[in-house]
C-alpha cells in the first residue's frame, strides 16, 4: 500500500519529535508520518542513566510529547516499525512490514546505536548497553539483583551508570583505556574532580586500563575482567559504554553522502536535495567548529531539527547556536557550552583554589584571543549561563578579572 506524499520522518527520538512540533509551528499543512523502530512514543534519553535506573522516573515522565500532541498537529505515529529502504528516484520509503511510503520531503533521524565490544556477544545474561527505554528497564531489572558492577569506559554513560548504581547501593568498578575519565568531554581539571567525587562514593577506577581478556561463564551469567596492570576480577554485571556510532544504513544503502555521520550543511540538507538528517546521525561542516561535526546533545538535536523543518517550509535558517551538555552525577551537576578544541588560555573560577586544580563548586573557561570558546562549569548554573552568553556573543574577556570577580550576566 503506497501511502499520501508528505513530510516522512525515519526514527522516533528527540529530533524527530521537535521536526514535526516545528512544522507545524511554521503552519507547513501537508501530511506528517513519523516512523520509528521502537514502540514508545518519543521520549528523553538522558534519564535512561539516572533517574529511570534509579526508580526516580517512569516511561509517563520522560515522554517528550502525549499521545494527544501527535493527534493535535495531525502527525501520524507508526511506532515500532522499521524501514529497511530508500527509493530515491521515486521517492518512497519501504517498511519491513511491507507498506511503502510516498515522500516529498524524507527526514533521516536515525540516530545512533552503542558500539559493542569486540569479542563479546551482542546479547547475553547480564551484559548490558545503554541507548534504548528497552535497554534501562533490562539493566534497571539487572541492577536490582546485582553485588558487582563493572563499567567499561568512563565516558558521559559508564559515569553516570556509575553513580546511579552506586546509590543504589551496587559495587562498582570502572575500567577505562584513558589516564582520566571523561577524557572526550571535559577538561582535565574538571575530569579530576568528577574522579575524586566518584573516589569518594566508593567507585574503583581502574585508569590507563589494558584489557586483556573478559571472561563469560554463561552458566553463572558472570564476567571475570583479565587486566594487565590491575590483575583479575569476577562481576555479577557487566555494562559497556564506549561510545555511539551513528546509523547511516539508511543512507549509505540509497547513495547518500555519509562519513562518521549522514553528511549535511547547514540547513541539513543531505547530498539529495529531497532528504534531510538531523540528531545523533547526522555530520555537518559547522560554522563555529568546521568539518567532521557530529554531536551526540539534545541541544544539538532539537537545534538541527528546527533548520530542517525551516528549510523544508521555505523559511529563514535560525542563527547558530552554542552547543551544550550536562550530566547529573550524585546530585551534583556538570554543565558544559562549547567545545574547547583551540584555545590559548584556561582560567579557573571557584572559591578554593588548589595548584591550579578544580577542587569545589565552580567553571572552568577556555579563551582564544581573549574570546570565550568553552566554559564547564560544576554546580555553577550562573557560570554556565554567562560563559554560554559570552560564547554566543564572542563577548571578549579579561583572563585575569575572569579569575577574579564577579561575573555580569
Not at 342 to 360: F, K, M, Y
Request: glycine residues 10%.
Amino acid at each position: 500500500m503506497l501511502m499520501n506524499r508528505g513530510v516522512v520522518v525515519l526514527g522516533g527520538g528527540q529530533a524527530a519529535c521537535q521536526l514535526v512540533a516545528s512544522l507545524r509551528q511554521m503552519k507547513y499543512d501537508g501530511t506528517l508520518t513519523m516512523i520509528g523502530d521502537e514502540h514508545a512514543l518519543p521520549y528523553q534519553r538522558p534519564p535512561l542513566s539516572k533517574g529511570f535506573l534509579k526508580g526516580e522516573a517512569d516511561i509517563a515522565s520522560i515522554s517528550l510529547r502525549t499521545a494527544e500532541f501527535y493527534q493535535k498537529i495531525g502527525c501520524e505515529m507508526r511506532m515500532g516499525v522499521r524501514a529497511v529502504s530508500i527509493n530515491r528516484e521515486s521517492q518512497i520509503v519501504e517498511l519491513e512490514n511491507g507498506d511503502s511510503l510516498g515522500y516529498e520531503c524524507l527526514v533521516l533521524a536515525t540516530g545512533a546505536r552503542p558500539k559493542t565490544y569486540p569479542g563479546l556477544p551482542i546479547e547475553t545474561k547480564n551484559l548490558h548497553y545503554l541507548r534504548t527505554l528497552a535497554h534501562a528497564g533490562q539493566l534497571s531489572e539487572s541492577l536490582s539483583k546485582a553485588k558487582k558492577l563493572a563499567i567499561i569506559g568512563a565516558g558521559y554513560v559508564g559515569m553516570e551508570v556509575a553513580a546511579s548504581a552506586r546509590q543504589l547501593g551496587v559495587e562498582v568498578s570502572i575500567f577505562e583505556t584513558a589516564p582520566r575519565v571523561m577524557l572526550r568531554s571535559v577538561g582535565p581539571q574538571l575530569a579530576s574532580i568528577i574522579q575524586d567525587i566518584h573516589t569518594r562514593h566508593g567507585v574503583r577506577l581502574n585508569l590507563s586500563a589494558e584489557i586483556k581478556e573478559i571472561k563469560h561463564d554463561a552458566l553463572k551469567g558472570s564476567f571475570t575482567i583479565v587486566t594487565g596492570t590491575h590483575g583479575t576480577d569476577d562481576f555479577d554485571l557487566l555494562v559497556i559504554g564506549i561510545g555511539a556510532q551513528a546509523n547511516t544504513e539508511l543512507a549509505v544503502g540509497a547513495g547518500i553522502g555519509c562519513g562518521y555521520g549522514i553528511l549535511v550543511d547547514a540547513s541539513c540538507r543531505t547530498s539529495d536535495p529531497a532528504v534531510f538528517a538531523i540528531g545523533d546521525c547526522s555530520e555537518q561542516n559547522h560554522p563555529i567548529y568546521g568539518p567532521g561535526f557530529r554531536l551526540e546533545s539534545v541541544q544539538n538535536a532539537v537545534d538541527q531539527a528546527k533548520c530542517a523543518a525551516a528549510a523544508i517550509v521555505g523559511g529563514p535558517q535560525p542563527p547558530p547556536s552554542v552547543p551544550w551538555f550536562w550530566s547529573d552525577q550524585y546530585g551534583h551537576r556538570v554543565q558544559v557550552a562549547g567545545l574547547p578544541r583551540h584555545h590559548d588560555v584556561c582560567v579557573i573560577r571557584e572559591q578554593t583554589a588548589n595548584e591550579g586544580a578544580l577542587t569545589n563548586a565552580g567553571s572552568v573557561w577556555y579563551l582564544k584571543d581573549r574570546k570565550v570558546v568553552s566554559v564547564e562549569t560544576l554546580d555553577a548554573p550562573k557560570d554556565f549561563m554567562v560563559g554560554r552568553s559570552y560564547i554566543k556573543n564572542n563577548t571578549e574577556v579579561d583572563a585575569e578579572r575572569l579569575a577574579k570577580e564577579e561575573l555580569l550576566a
